[in-house]
């Protein structure tokens, strides 16, 4: 059964993106995952840690040992911590397999920004030279052709998605950009915590991290590779009770006097090839529950007549457009499907 | 494009069904659906009313006329609400079209007990006779041969799968069954009401027409007619505060003394070539969450040695195998396609 | 200042309960909490623990140590694990003071059956015989006079209250009792877990323990007490997505016909003294939302022509009726208080 | 039982402030209250509207009569839809009751601004100009003496509270504000509506009326008077899926170097003697889950060293401090009663 397709392996499945990884592959139509890996649940269905997934699949997670995986697959999915997934990622690497790794290991091209982020050294800074960042809106073309990818992190997906157009037309003054984000809760994982335990979030709200959350030093660099000089910006993430979803509101002061209708026109542009980014009528902004269970991104544009800002919306859901999805979407380009196989769903609503 | 697939037209496409019919059909490899309707929204294209489709349909909504529709489909989806359907399937009947019926109209086969339970006369009791019950857990050949679907309520399907093998085998006292149904919010629909306005359903829980609710009429003649004699039972609806799932625990005595693994076995012969029917190992229950967004009824039972009595608790989606995804399963039969075609999807979680 | 006062300590002080007594006890006109233990958090002010008692409060938790917190406080709150309750229980009233037990320890008056269905040997058969079981509706005298308390659990508060009436008065069959039962998620505590990690619950629903759970003797030994006569019955109990409430479902038979009228009357004049009991008109159904925050528990009673079966609904929130608030009505009992002082308010709605 | 008391008003109870402001008056030791009124339930007990307030009281609703009301009561709540509330205010205060008007009508101390974003001429401009804006963390002086109080909007309360401090000291850069406020969904309101459906709000997140909500003006009028000077700020309102609570992310520039201590002492010293700000110690940031059902607003500052911004975050219940316990607080001044008294209760936590 899986002769002419291509035999996929999720490592360290047991996580909410290694749960949704599964969900999205069953569907898709080139690839088999042949391989799951999950060190606490060895031996164990994946179906008894996914019980969504019963009727489905029949897969067992095993450990993770690199050679025993590469027999299996050539694709890997590296659905691991950070930290762990450096090493993962260069074995698979090392054995020729194609990698997309979910984690931040591979996200930031400097070490040193890793190393004082991430408080970790990195080990395989000259495996880091060859990752290439994830995001296919800014670089398809070098996805296509790369070995390890680097998937963005879920706050950064939408933050860059909504500054992007922005930047490389220097619509906007580098030093007024500020990113107030919003997401639901399986976006910290499936560990249970106090923070996370469900009476303490539900009918809670709060911001977190302000200013020091580790997506900031990814958001930063992409935006400003993208403008050709280093952009400092304020970062702001909030934990909402519900299971998923990001939304991220983002203020920036235009150059020159704007109304919407430029904005608009700069988005529409950017994003025509984009098969997931769905940019919104004027007048119109996005919700999360649009995007719940679909790799789109929502973006909505306004220049506030006002105060002369624009406010940019953007709505992805973070397990997939935010992670799984997108990694998928990536190894799409990476063999040469079309961009969108296995993707081109609708959302879940209500 | 839609040469060689089934033409299908929903009607009745601004409520959640409507939603939910556009959503899987949109995946559905032998369909395109070529018409939709809405009164109030004619004109309007339908990702103004679900913008969780924009980027997968163009459709627009036009008005009901049969005779318009039927020129652009030969398979009816009836997402409209009981009474006014009655009318909208005798033409399109009368037009030589398949139809699916999701709303109330054709499931009482006995006019007389249409009338008491939903306080309007039945203006098509011929056409009624014609109508099939539409659980393909219980009647998959008379569907294949069926012109005329009434789709199941979504309690009655979580009522009817959780007793059938019981009552099919004379395992319990026909006067013992209480059902007690836990259903979201969108069971309610779409029209606003103080009732499931947020404020008032968020951290609520109640019980409601309680030994009143219509379903219960259709659970008892779908039960009767297994058991070969009129079954009279407790039916409670309950509103929790989730968008999506019916949870039915189920109680019932056993007329002889059984344990856990006899009902589980009855229940898997039952179910052996239902695709859609996940019967639980022993021990485990089943839960909305794991349910959520696909075809599936998860199933879990129990003996209970304290007080000789079976417990029996189901899962569905309200939305799918309570009432479109069960619909597009009757359609599915009805053409001859694959049983699980368009179905074969896990639910999201989380 | 506490000079006139009654000097309260919270033993266990950091889990829901433990807030929940501050809470109420921060504005009960008679009495002063001059000391609260953690464990855990030994050295922290009790406002680290629970933000939301910030500027009313600045007592700091001290370890346990029974000897130094009988110096401080005549009046003993537990609120520890269940076996951890049984010897602070045993201290403290060997010191001399009035101790309310908020766990199981002290509710079963049959040790063997604690040691079934709890696992432990209980330590203290003999102070296990002075300790009275503190739901006031039903042993209000008996409380007034006791020394011990042991303060009922969360779902029998509301399984009892809607089952005496019927039970007392001889008007059902006592094999016919079946108990569904649907909490918010802070009756599962505040240590986090898988099971309660947000995003596993929200959006979710199932039933869990099935017939096991240890809530179900203690119910028994209540009904049993007020029938002169054993009573083994169902009790089913489920986990809803939201923070607080119990709404529990009671189905039974009457030993003769009867109608909702009667029922009714039963239940005017069982609980016509007791002041946080509202029993509903006949037609309405209690909603766990108006009893959110406050020690009410609503009723409502239906008796269902069609089956011939009683159907009882009754609704508490589960840390105060069904716990803290209720601990506080035995507490005023038991110092010649007013039953309602410092518990006569309103749940918050919405 | 009311000689000794103040006879008290509500006019307009069947909506959220007005159940909010029974809630709590129910409790407060120095009023009683002696007449409500609602259109649309005049003759319908209060606890038809509001099950959760059975059993304290038997207030019955009466249409609203200016004259008959005001022979029953000496202090008068509005709490009617705005322009509604513009001729009550004007007949009560002519019959010399002292009156809290909740609605925006007299909150814009210039009619032509209140016109632009109202889209109502204003009837009463020579009232107007006696209306206090009471907000008494700005204002305590002049809500003392006055006999018409403006009750603030609930996202000003949240804004204003967050930036006062910055502003009087002339700490931050006037053209640099940003607000990003996120809600509950009760500051909607209790009439129904598809956008505030359960199933529409639940899971979702969005922004809405960016840059031209009705509260912006109440915003810069405040600060504005203030600072000296006019100001612009931009705003946005997101909704979220929770019913109370409102946390407000406020980003302004520094006008020069600061530090996070130097911004705490700033409001450390501007609220010392304000009852209900809790200032969060450095560090830490407010969660509305902590003032759920209170009356404060809690704070938490940061001066980010790499971008050189100040954050402020400010949580508060919308139907408390954003409502009627900030109109409650507001009679407390003007009768001369201890400002805190009544409202000084912790919220509810979980």
Same mark, same amino acid.
């Given at each position: ?25 069953? #569907? ?13 649940? &060895? ?24 050679? &025993? ?24 690497? /090392? ?133 050709? /000089? ?64 679909? #790799? ?6 306004? &220049? ?5 800002? &624009? ?26 499907? #079309? ?12």
């Amino acid at each position: 059964m899986s002769d002419e397709k291509l035999n996929i392996a999720i490592v360290g499945s047991s996580g909410y993106t290694g749960g949704e990884l599964m969900r999205i592959l069953l #569907n898709h139509s080139k690839v088999v995952v042949t391989a799951i890996t999950s060190e606490k649940s &060895a031996g164990k269905p994946i179906t008894s840690i996914f019980p969504h997934l019963a009727g489905l699949t029949s897969l067992v997670c095993e450990p993770l040992d690199p050679a &025993a995986v590469a027999k299996k697959a050539d694709f890997i999915f590296l659905a691991l911590p950070h930290v762990t997934a450096q090493e993962a990622a260069f074995h698979f690497h /090392k054995l020729g397999k194609k990698v997309v790794d979910l984690s931040a290991d591979y996200r930031l091209s400097d070490p040193a920004t890793y190393e004082t982020w991430y408080e970790h050294a990195h080990q395989y800074p000259q495996l880091l030279k060859d990752a290439v960042y994830g995001l296919p809106e800014l670089h398809r073309e070098k996805i296509r052709n790369a070995s390890l990818i680097a998937n963005p992190g879920c706050y950064p997906t939408g933050a860059i998605l909504g500054l992007a157009p922005l930047i490389q037309t220097d619509a906007v003054d580098l030093g007024s950009i500020i990113i107030d984000s919003k997401s639901g809760v399986s976006g910290a994982g499936r560990s249970p915590s106090l923070a996370h335990h469900y009476p303490e979030v539900n009918e809670g709200l709060m911001a977190y991290k302000i200013g020091t959350h580790r997506h900031t030093p990814e958001i930063e660099q992409e935006l400003s590779a993208l403008a050709g /000089k280093q952009i400092t910006l304020s970062f702001t993430p909030h934990l909402v009770p519900m299971n998923r979803g990001i939304l991220t509101t983002i203020y920036a002061e235009p150059l020159s006097p704007t109304v919407t209708a430029q904005i608009h026109a700069l988005f529409h542009e950017f994003y025509k090839e984009a098969p997931f980014v769905r940019l919104l009528p004027i007048g119109q902004f996005p919700n999360v529950r649009n995007v719940r269970g679909s #790799n789109f991104c929502d973006i909505g544009v306004y &220049a506030d007549p006002r105060t002369g800002r &624009a406010v940019i919306v953007t709505a992805i859901d973070n397990l997939v457009k935010g992670a799984s999805g997108q990694a998928i979407q990536n190894m799409n380009l990476m063999m040469g499907f #079309n961009e969108a196989e296995g993707l081109r769903c609708a959302g879940i609503f209500p």
